[in-house]
């Protein structure tokens, strides 16, 4: 006898596989194998009792808060609870009720779906990265003086021959930026920012064979680093500005919408959630919105929810163990902790110094759901990531 592990619809099939399961047998058998446990914030009492009877006649349940069932409060948070078999079972249940649950059985249907596609593709220009193969790097460039991890490039020839040292060891994209984004830093001015990331681009996208990323929250400097060859704006700032909505949209460029708490001079000043991951999750879905009646393809964008920007160490380790609850949004997710301060404090270790930990992060990012990883060391955390994806796919 043993227990076995089966996180994902591949591994529940394979079992089955291995003893001889009829193929219909598995078609039916698998979705009662997936668990889920669903929150769904704000209902009103009448929704949550009736959600909670609905789902307990299926066999499964629905968890609200203790005041709901008395009266006490008008609305309450739900967690339900059940196979994939029993939500869906329960979704066309919805479809019938009043009491806005017909609409409830729409976003339960579209959040299911998204939790469960691993199959995106991003276009980038002449690239496209399908995120269903493997796991991606996209190797960091700071072409600044200031940076935290210690990496700053300033000089053109060295800041090329890293760049290209990067694609060797295995970068899929490389972001190239020009102003530090580390705690307390002050802005720079548009000029100084071009000066230091036009140049390089223009080099690079003659030279470097994978996409270029602009790391810039500033409109002006995303649109010409796109007139001069990037592919993709790396946006720290969450696509809030409409001007750079505009330009992403008119240049049909990739982007990634990150959130951020506060500002880089504020965000490390006792940034608190009252709920980290939900709090993330609506600022990432508002800024989809955004972009998406700007212009901008689903196709051409990936999330970031933030790693370092507004948060503690605690919160960015809750974020790395929590990362799965971000594909609810259904767009696949960049994440960066490549020599963050929350692994040198766990460590005491100084940026460079912070390498394995680097990997040891990312692998479990990997693990727990991201699709892209921004890093400072791209040879060995490929290596990493390739045994890493290698197991996964067993």
Do not use: W
Not at 325 to 332: E, M, N, R, S, T
């Amino acid at each position: 006898m043993r227990i076995l592990q089966a996180d994902n619809r591949q591994a529940l099939t394979r079992f089955m596989q291995e003893i001889k399961v009829d193929p219909y047998g598995i078609k039916i058998m698998v979705p009662k194998g997936m668990a889920f446990l669903v929150k769904m914030n704000a209902l009103s009492n009448i929704s949550a009792n009736i959600l909670k009877q609905e789902m307990l006649s299926l066999g499964g349940d629905v968890a609200i808060a203790k005041d709901a069932l008395t009266g006490k409060v008008k609305k309450t948070d739900c967690l339900l609870m059940g196979n994939l078999a029993q939500l869906l079972r329960l979704n066309e249940k919805l479809k019938k009720q009043p009491f806005g649950l017909n609409r409830l059985a729409q976003e339960l249907s579209l959040a299911l779906a998204n939790y469960q596609n691993d199959k995106f593709t991003i276009k980038l220009g002449i690239y496209s990265l399908n995120f269903s193969r493997r796991p991606y790097i996209m190797g960091i460039a700071n072409l600044t003086p200031d940076s935290f991890s210690a990496d700053g490039l300033l000089d053109t020839p060295y800041a090329m021959d890293f760049i290209e040292k990067m694609v060797r060891d295995g970068a899929d994209i490389i972001d190239i930026g020009g102003e530090s984004s580390r705690p307390g830093r002050k802005p720079i001015s548009i000029a100084e920012e071009l000066s230091r990331t036009i140049p390089i681009i223009k080099k690079a996208a003659n030279k470097i064979k994978v996409p270029i990323s602009i790391d810039t929250y500033k409109p002006e400097v995303a649109r010409q680093a796109l007139d001069h060859g990037a592919v993709m704006i790396n946006d720290i700032s969450g696509l809030r500005n409409p001007k750079m909505r505009k330009v992403v949209a008119r240049y049909k460029a990739a982007v990634v919408i990150m959130h951020m708490k506060g500002n880089p001079r504020t965000m490390q000043k006792n940034p608190l959630y009252g709920s980290l991951v939900d709090e993330i999750i609506v600022y990432l879905d508002t800024s989809i919105k955004l972009a998406l009646e700007a212009g901008i393809a689903r196709d051409k964008i990936m999330i970031d929810p933030g790693l370092g920007f507004g948060k503690t160490v605690g919160h960015n380790l809750e974020i790395i163990k929590r990362l799965k609850d971000f594909k609810i949004l259904g767009f696949p997710i960049l994440i960066g902790p490549s020599r963050k301060s929350f692994i040198g404090k766990i460590l005491n270790l100084e940026p460079k110094e912070r390498i394995f930990g680097t990997v040891s992060a990312s692998v479990l990012a990997v693990k727990n759901g991201a699709n892209m990883i921004r890093a400072h060391d791209v040879k060995e955390l490929k290596q990493a990531l390739k045994i890493a994806d290698a197991i996964n796919k067993i």
